[in-house]
C-alpha cells in the first residue's frame, strides 16, 4: 500500500475538499481519483431551459396572488370570470417564456462563437475543450495570456507570474513554482505550489495538474462565476429604478381604488379582483420579456456586424459611450507589422541582428506576439537550435531573453523596448558603451520613432560556466548588437472611423505602451488633440492633475497596465462613460474596470474573458457601428417604457376617477387583464422598429426625472381623453354597465395604438416611417381589440356591440387624443 494511500488525505479549511497544495503529484493524482468526477466551473453559452423560463413569467408577487384570487372566484361561483382570467395570465406567460427563450437560444448560439479554450492531456489524448469543460485529473500546459480554469497542482514551472487579485484583491502578480509541498493551513497567498481558478498568467510557463473545479474551488465558494463579480450596468440600474417608482404608483393608486371600492361596499372578490387586475395593468409585466428580446435582437444585429455581446446588459452601456480608449496597433494602424530593417548600434544594416532575432523569436515559448510573428515571416532558427533557458517576457523589463549556443557558447539573447535594452549594455558591438554612444543611438531612435517606426533593441552576452540558471539579474553587462524597426502603418480609414465616432459623441484617445516618438508621429496623420501624456506623469499626477490630463489629452505614450486603470477610472471620475479595447495580458485589468470592455477574437484568453463585447473584425468603423446599434437597441427599449408607463398610468389614473362616481365597476377585471394581454403583443416586435438618425446621434441613458415626466404628462393627456369618453357615455349615451365596459375597451385599445405611433418618435408622426412589420401586427392588433365585441367571444367576455354612432364618437375621440399627444410633444422633451 502507497503512503498517498496509507492515510488520510489533508482537507482545507472548507473541510470537504483536499488540501492539495501540502501533497506531492502522486497524493494528489490519489485524491482525484478518490473524489471521482466534478462539475466544471460553469456550463458556457447554454440557454435557459423552456420550464426554467416558463416558472420565471409567475416569478411576480402580483401575478401569484392574482391566480390565487382567480381561483378563489372561481370556487365561489364566479367560474366564468376566475377561468378566463387564469387563461389570460398562462396565455401572457406562454408568450413571454416563447420570445424569452428564442431570445436566449439566439444568444447562446452568438457566444459560441467566442468562447475561450484550452488544450488539456486527458486519458493521454490532447483535447481542445472550453475553460467550462475542464475536469479534475487534466492536465494543463499554462503560458502568459492564460486563464486558469481550476484549483491546481503545479507539476512543473519556469519563471511563472500569475495574477490572482480576482481572489486576493492583491493588484501585483505573485510568483509561482513547482516545488515542496506547503502546509495544509497555509493561507491563499502562500501557496505558491498552486494556481487557482479565475487567476490568469502574466508571464512564465508552467504544468498543472487539475484538482477541483466548479464550486469545489477557491473561486466557487466566493461566486460560480467571474461575472457575478461585475457591478451593475446603467441599464441594470435603470430597469430597475423604473420598476420601483412603478411599483410607489402602482401601490397608491391601486390602494386607493380598493378602498372606494370598499367604501361604495362593493362585493369584496370583485374588488379584489379589479384591484389586482390594475395592478397587472401598471405594472409592465412583458418588461423583462421586451428588454430579453431587444437586446437579444439588437445582439444578433451586432453579429452580423462583426461584434459579438457576451453581456447583454452591456449594449445600452456600449451606448451611452462618450469615450474610448484604445491601444493603436490594428485598430489606428494596419496592425500588419513588417520587419523594416535590422541595424548595428550605428546605423548600417546588419542581417546578423535579424538572425540573433529570429533565434530569440524562435525559441521562446511565451505568447506569440505580433513582432515575433513578423521576425518569423520567411525566417525561422536553424536547424538544430536550441533553447537551453529563457526569461519571460514581463511589463517591467519589457524584454525577454533566451540562452542558446551561439557559436558554440551559450549566449543569452535579449530582444526588447530599445531603451530597457539599453540600460543593460555596457557595449555595443564590442565597443565600450560611452555616454556619447548612448545618446547618439537614443538620438538615432528617435529620429526613427519621429517617421512612425517601432524600434526593438537586441542585446547579447556569453554566459559563464557557473551560470546554469539564468534569470534576470542575468541581463546585465550586455553587448548591444543592433535594433529592428518595423513599420505599422496608419489605416487609410482612421481618420474618417475617429472623425465618425466624434460625429456620435464618442471621443478617441490612443494608448500605446511605445514610446514618444511613435506615438507622436499618429497626433499630424489623425488630428489628435492636446499633447502626448507620458506614463511617468500618470504616476506622478495627483488626483485633479490627472483628471485634467485624461480630459485635455488624447494621446498617451509609454503606460503600463496600471497606468491604463488609472486613466480609464480618472476618465469615469470625470462623469464619462468609458469604453477600452485590448487584447493583451496587460489590458485585461482596464478591460475590468471600464464600463465598456472590448476585445477581439485573437486576444490573449485573459482580455477576451475581461471584456464584455469582443470584436470579430479589429477597426474603430466596427465600434461605431456597435455604438449605433446600442443606441438604437436602447432608444426601442425606452420608447416601450415610456409608452408602456405613460398609458398605463393614464388608464389606472381614469379608474380611480370612475370607481369614485360610477355605480359599477368601469371595467371587469378579465376586461383589463384581456387588453393587457392584446397590447403586450405588438410591443415585443418594438425591437424591429426604426429609430430617427438624430435619436441614435445622442448617448443613451436612463433620466428617470424625464421619464417621470413624460409618464405623468401624456398619462394625464390620456386620462383627459378617457373622461371626456366616460362624459360622452354618461351624458350623451346613458350608457349602462356592458355598454361602458365595451365603449372604454374599444377606446382604450384605439388609443394605445395611436399612443406608441405617435410617441415611439419625437418626430412628428408623419415624418417617422415605422417597421413595417411592427405597424402591421400594431394596427392588426388594434382593429381585432376593436371588434372584438361583434365576435362570438363577446358573451363569455361580457361585451355587447355598441351603437354605430357610439363607435362613430370613439373613433373621434381617439383622433383628437393623437392630436393633443401631437401638440404635447412639441411641448415636453424627449
Not at 435 to 440: K, L, Y
Not at 725 to 743: D, K, S
Not at 804 to 818: D, E, K, M
Request: aromatic share 4%.
Amino acid at each position: 500500500m502507497s503512503a498517498a494511500l496509507g492515510r488520510r488525505a489533508p482537507r482545507s479549511e472548507r473541510g470537504s475538499e483536499p488540501a492539495f497544495w501540502s501533497m506531492t503529484e502522486a497524493e494528489a493524482v490519489q485524491a482525484v481519483a478518490a473524489r471521482g468526477a466534478a462539475a466544471p466551473l460553469r456550463v458556457r453559452h447554454r440557454a435557459p431551459s423552456i420550464l426554467r423560463v416558463l416558472a420565471r413569467q409567475f416569478a411576480s408577487p402580483i401575478t401569484l396572488i392574482l391566480i390565487v384570487a382567480a381561483l378563489i372566484a372561481s370556487s365561489t361561483g364566479d367560474l366564468v370570470d376566475g377561468s378566463i382570467i387564469l387563461a389570460i395570465v398562462v396565455a401572457s406567460a406562454i408568450l413571454g417564456a416563447w420570445q424569452e427563450g428564442r431570445a436566449g437560444r439566439a444568444v447562446a448560439a452568438l457566444l459560441a462563437q467566442v468562447q475561450v479554450r484550452i488544450e488539456v492531456q486527458r486519458d493521454g489524448r490532447a483535447l481542445q475543450v472550453a475553460t467550462g469543460e475542464v475536469l479534475p485529473g487534466d492536465r494543463l500546459a499554462l503560458a502568459a495570456g492564460d486563464i486558469v480554469p481550476g484549483d491546481c497542482l503545479l507539476t512543473a514551472s519556469h519563471v511563472l507570474m500569475v495574477d490572482e487579485s480576482a481572489l486576493t484583491g492583491e493588484s501585483f502578480p505573485t510568483e509561482k513554482s513547482a516545488g515542496a509541498p506547503v502546509p495544509a493551513k497555509a493561507p491563499l497567498s502562500a501557496r505558491t505550489n498552486a494556481v487557482f481558478a479565475g487567476t490568469s498568467v502574466v508571464s512564465g510557463t508552467g504544468t498543472a495538474l487539475v484538482v477541483l473545479t466548479g464550486a469545489a474551488t477557491s473561486l466557487g465558494h466566493i461566486s460560480t462565476s467571474l461575472a457575478h463579480s461585475q457591478g451593475a450596468t446603467s441599464f441594470e440600474v435603470g430597469v430597475r429604478r423604473f420598476g420601483l417608482l412603478l411599483l410607489r404608483v402602482m401601490l397608491a393608486l391601486v390602494g386607493a381604488i380598493l378602498i372606494i371600492n370598499l367604501l361604495l361596499h362593493r362585493p369584496l372578490i370583485d374588488s379584489l379582483l379589479f384591484a389586482l387586475a390594475l395592478a397587472v395593468g401598471i405594472t409592465p409585466q412583458m418588461l423583462p420579456v421586451v428588454v430579453t428580446v431587444s437586446l437579444a435582437a439588437g445582439a444578433r444585429r451586432m453579429a452580423r456586424n462583426q461584434v459579438i455581446v457576451k453581456r447583454l446588459d452591456v449594449i445600452e452601456d456600449l451606448g451611452a459611450m462618450t469615450v474610448l480608449c484604445t491601444d493603436k496597433t490594428g485598430t489606428v494602424t494596419a496592425g500588419v507589422v513588417g520587419v523594416d530593417g535590422a541595424l548595428d548600434p550605428d546605423g548600417a544594416d546588419s542581417p546578423a541582428v535579424l538572425d540573433l532575432a529570429v533565434l530569440n523569436a524562435g525559441l521562446q515559448t511565451g505568447y506569440p506576439n505580433p513582432l515575433d510573428l513578423a521576425i518569423l515571416a520567411g525566417h525561422e532558427p536553424p536547424a538544430g537550435a536550441q533553447r537551453l533557458d529563457e526569461i519571460p517576457y514581463d511589463f517591467q523589463r519589457k524584454g525577454l531573453s533566451v540562452v542558446t549556443e551561439v557559436a558554440g557558447a551559450r549566449t543569452l539573447i535579449t530582444k526588447g523596448a530599445l531603451d530597457s535594452v539599453l540600460a543593460c549594455c555596457a557595449t555595443a558591438s564590442g565597443r565600450p558603451l560611452t555616454s556619447e554612444g548612448r545618446r547618439a543611438v537614443q538620438e538615432r531612435v528617435a529620429g526613427l520613432g519621429a517617421r512612425g517606426y517601432r524600434v526593438v533593441g537586441v542585446a547579447t552576452r556569453v554566459l559563464g560556466d557557473a551560470e546554469l540558471d539564468v534569470d534576470t539579474t542575468a541581463e546585465r553587462d550586455l553587448d548591444l548588437a543592433g535594433m529592428l524597426t518595423f513599420h505599422d502603418p496608419i489605416k487609410p480609414t482612421a481618420a474618417a472611423s475617429i472623425a465618425d465616432l466624434k460625429s456620435l459623441g464618442v471621443q478617441v484617445k490612443v494608448i500605446s505602451g511605445d514610446n514618444r516618438a511613435v506615438t507622436g508621429a499618429l497626433a499630424e496623420q489623425l488630428s489628435l488633440g492636446g499633447r502626448i501624456v507620458l506614463g511617468s506623469e500618470i504616476v506622478h499626477a495627483d488626483r485633479e492633475e490627472l483628471r485634467r490630463l485624461v480630459t485635455e489629452n488624447a494621446l498617451f505614450a509609454e503606460v503600463e497596465p496600471d497606468h491604463k486603470r488609472a486613466i480609464v477610472e480618472a476618465l469615469q471620475a470625470t462623469g464619462e462613460t468609458v469604453g477600452f479595447l485590448g487584447d493583451g495580458i496587460n489590458d485585461a485589468e482596464a478591460l475590468h474596470r471600464a464600463d465598456v470592455g472590448l476585445s477581439v477574437q485573437t486576444a490573449v484568453d485573459v482580455a477576451k474573458e475581461a471584456a464584455g463585447i469582443v470584436l470579430l473584425t479589429r477597426d474603430l468603423g466596427v465600434v461605431a457601428t456597435g455604438v449605433r446599434l446600442g443606441r438604437r437597441t436602447f432608444a426601442n427599449t425606452l420608447k416601450y417604457v415610456r409608452v408602456a408607463a405613460s398609458s398605463n398610468f393614464g388608464n389606472i389614473l381614469s379608474m380611480v376617477v370612475a370607481a369614485a362616481v360610477l355605480p359599477f365597476l368601469p371595467m371587469l377585471p378579465a376586461q383589463i387583464l384581456l387588453l393587457n394581454f392584446l397590447a403586450d403583443i405588438p410591443n415585443t416586435l418594438v425591437s424591429r422598429d426604426r429609430v430617427d438618425h438624430e435619436r441614435v446621434a445622442l448617448s443613451g441613458a436612463w433620466d428617470m426625472r424625464a421619464i417621470t415626466r413624460f409618464m405623468v404628462v401624456f398619462g394625464a393627456v390620456s386620462t383627459v381623453f378617457d373622461l371626456m369618453t366616460f362624459a360622452v357615455l354618461e351624458w350623451g349615451f346613458h350608457a349602462g354597465a356592458p355598454t361602458f365596459h365595451t365603449a372604454w375597451f374599444v377606446e382604450s385599445a384605439l388609443t394605445q395604438f395611436i399612443a406608441m405611433m405617435t410617441l415611439r418618435t419625437a418626430r412628428p408622426s408623419w415624418r417617422s416611417r415605422p417597421d413595417g412589420i411592427f405597424l402591421l401586427v400594431s394596427a392588426l392588433v388594434a382593429v381585432g381589440t376593436a371588434v372584438l365585441p361583434l365576435t362570438l367571444l363577446a358573451p363569455v367576455l361580457a361585451f355587447t356591440p355598441l351603437p354605430a354612432t357610439l363607435l362613430a364618437a370613439i373613433v373621434v375621440i381617439a383622433l383628437l387624443y393623437g392630436a393633443a399627444v401631437e401638440g404635447m410633444k412639441r411641448l415636453v422633451s424627449y
